[in-house]
């Protein structure tokens, strides 16, 4: 009965290659993100959705594209993997939009591009 | 736009000690405060939050976070720690009424508990 899951959790691939990451959410929650988390550890958020519709996508190459084919699912497709795409990718959701919502995030999945 | 500042990236401290976790942030508009653990391997689980009302925030596994409005701080403190509290710690703010805008993260503190 996990919350937030993410599949799969490792990802070894080589440059240039597309690829996908899944989330899923039994929380019933509105509101999903895909924070980004660099070798230094760094969390950088990359989207957010509300039910189904994008909300936020900060400064990300149009390589990365999410989908949400419905308001537990948000995925994230790659497209021509590169090296610096490198990272921990950690999928989240919260119950809204406001009110200092807490936000409950999956296991990540460890992309590694070779 | 906020910023948030961690100034130790790591802190060692012995076992049943108490420890601080530094954060700062920087923001022109009010802003909600979280921090967040990530243990080894695992992803983030929420600790404690400020949104309102009493600056003393108590959070799970023994930790508390005060709220600092002049100082722009919400430093994190546990009076004994525990070999188990070895993780990292990421405090994180939100923009009031900011809608869906995501967390923005300090770089991580690093806990590290010694026998």
């Known amino acids: 009965d996990t919350a937030v899951s993410q599949t799969p959790k490792y990802l070894v691939t080589q440059m240039g290659n597309d690829k996908s990451i899944k989330c899923e959410q039994n929380l019933g929650h509105d509101t999903m993100y895909w924070y980004k988390q660099d070798s230094k550890k760094f969390l950088k958020i990359m989207f957010s959705?509300?039910?189904?519709?994008?909300?936020i996508n900060e400064t990300v190459p149009n390589r990365f594209s999410p989908k949400s084919p419905d308001k537990a699912h948000l995925n994230l497709h790659i497209n021509s993997l590169e090296l610096g795409d490198s990272a921990v990718y950690f999928c989240?959701?919260?119950?809204?939009?406001?009110?200092?919502?807490?936000?409950?995030f999956g296991p990540g999945t460890r992309l590694t591009v070779l | 736009a906020q910023s948030v500042t961690q100034l130790d990236s790591q802190v060692p401290v012995f076992e049943e000690a108490p420890v601080e976790l530094r954060c700062n942030y920087s923001?022109?508009?009010?802003?909600?405060l979280f921090w967040y653990v990530q243990y080894p391997n695992q992803g983030l689980q929420l600790l404690l939050k400020y949104l309102s009302g009493s600056t003393l925030v108590k959070g799970i596994n023994g930790f508390e976070a005060e709220f600092n409005k002049s100082q722009t701080s919400f430093h994190l403190r546990k009076p004994s720690v525990h070999i188990s509290d070895t993780a990292e710690y990421f405090c994180?703010?939100?923009?009031?009424?900011?809608?869906?805008?995501?967390?923005?993260f300090g770089k991580g503190t690093h806990l590290i508990i010694q026998p």
């Open positions: 923001s022109s508009v009010s802003v909600y």
């Open positions: 994180a703010v939100s923009e009031v009424g900011g809608g869906a805008d995501g967390l923005t």
């Open positions: 959705y509300n039910n189904k519709e994008l909300i």
């Open positions: 989240a959701s919260s119950p809204g939009v406001g009110v200092g919502d807490t936000q409950y």
